[in-house]
Every structure is written in C-alpha cells, then in structure tokens.
C-alpha cells in the first residue's frame, strides 16, 4: 500500500477519520483541505469569494497531486476532488482508497453548525448536498476500494470497520 486515502462528501467525516485512523496506523495525517489553506494562507470561503470555484479546484488538484506522491500518509480529500479526472486518477494510484459514504440526512445534521463551507451558503443545503451526492456518488464508487458506511456509527467504529476491511483486500 502507498497511501491510505479517504473520499466522500461533505459530513462524511473525512478529516475526524482520517486523523484516528492516521493515530492507529502511526501514519502522518494530511487534510487536503487544511494543507490548501496553509499554502495559500487564506482559508477556503475567502479562496471561493475572491478565486471563485474554478481558482479553488485548481489549487485542489495541484495539492492532491503533490500528496499522492508521498508515501504512507493518510489523506483526506474535500468533497469535490473527485470531479476531476486528474484527481481520481492521482487517487487511485496514490494507495488504497476509501469511500466515506453517509445519507445526505447525516450529512446536513453533521454540517449544519458550521460556516467554512462555502457550497452550502444556500437557502436550502439539503437540497445542495442531495444534488452534489447524485453527481459525486458515482465517482466516489469508481475509485474506491471498500465502501464504508458512517450512518448512525460513531467515528471509532468506523475506524475498526476500515482497519478490518483493508487487512482483507486482495492486492491490486
Ligand atoms: N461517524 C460520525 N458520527 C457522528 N458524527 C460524525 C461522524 N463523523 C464525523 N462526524 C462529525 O461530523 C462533522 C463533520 O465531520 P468532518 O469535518 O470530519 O467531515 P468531512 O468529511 O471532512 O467534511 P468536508 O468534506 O467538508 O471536509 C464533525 O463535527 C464531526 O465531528
Ligand atoms: O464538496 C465540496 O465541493 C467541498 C468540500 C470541502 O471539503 C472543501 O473542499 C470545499 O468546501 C468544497
Ligand atoms: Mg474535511
């Protein structure tokens, strides 16, 4: 294995799994997200106010590239870097790849009390996030090597169901 990374979307709980799983693994933990903000020294509502989304999504697929080429880092991805085909190929072939899924229910009650979220500054997030998952859902499957489910599951559970899985994949 190279890296372990995790994908899915908003609320999934990419970077509170990332960083147990990291701990358990005595792995270096890297946010995607956190990494970009540190690089750019902006945080990302205002790289989406003066950059718009495209600005953001290139300093995201710049950033994935360059993680994807460490090895054994845990890696946790924003919920858009799957739209691109450069991302999901630099996933792919930069280790293991999980799918954090949650039902978009989860998602809302789980993003509902934070603000640093700039696609879901709307009148109806529920509505955003569903719409978002229809898209994404399909490419967060096309990368990924075990679909794990967060629904009604705290995060140290989902951490010993990933540990499980990953013993038993076959290698690529
Ligand atoms: N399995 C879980 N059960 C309950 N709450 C969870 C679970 N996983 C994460 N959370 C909570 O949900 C919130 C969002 O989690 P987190 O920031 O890890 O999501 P994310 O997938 O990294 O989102 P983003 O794509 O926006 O970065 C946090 O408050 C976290 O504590
Ligand atoms: O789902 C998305 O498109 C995003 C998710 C976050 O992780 C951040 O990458 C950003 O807010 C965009
Ligand atoms: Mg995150």
């Known amino acids: 294995m190279r890296n372990l990374i995790l ?3 908003m609320g999934a ?3 509170t799994i990332g960083r147990l799983l990291a701990k358990e693994l005595r792995l270096p933990f890297k946010d995607s997200d956190k990494e970009i903000e540190l690089r750019t020294g902006a945080n990302i509502p ?4 003066k950059e718009g989304e495209p600005g953001f999504r290139d300093r995201e697929q710049a ?3 360059e993680l994807c080429a ?3 880092l845990v890696l946790a991805t924003g919920g858009g870097a799957v739209m691109r085909d450069a991302n999901r190929q630099a996933l792919h072939a930069g280790g293991r790849v999980v799918y954090l899924h949650a039902s978009v229910e989860q998602q809302v009650g789980r993003t509902s009390r934070d603000r640093n979220r700039p696609l879901l500054r709307t009148a109806n997030p529920e509505a955003t996030l569903r719409a978002l998952l229809e898209v994404r859902d399909p490419l967060y499957r096309e990368i990924a090597d075990l679909v794990v489910e967060t629904d009604e599951r705290p995060p140290r559970m989902v951490v010993l169901d990933i540990l499980e899985r990953l013993q038993k994949l076959p290698p690529r």
Do not use: C, E, T
């Open 63 to 65: 950033m994935i590239a």
């Open 7 to 9: 994908v899915g979307p």
């Open 13 to 15: 709980g990419k970077s």
């Open 70 to 72: 460490f090895d054994g």
């Open 46 to 49: 205002w790289i989406f106010d």
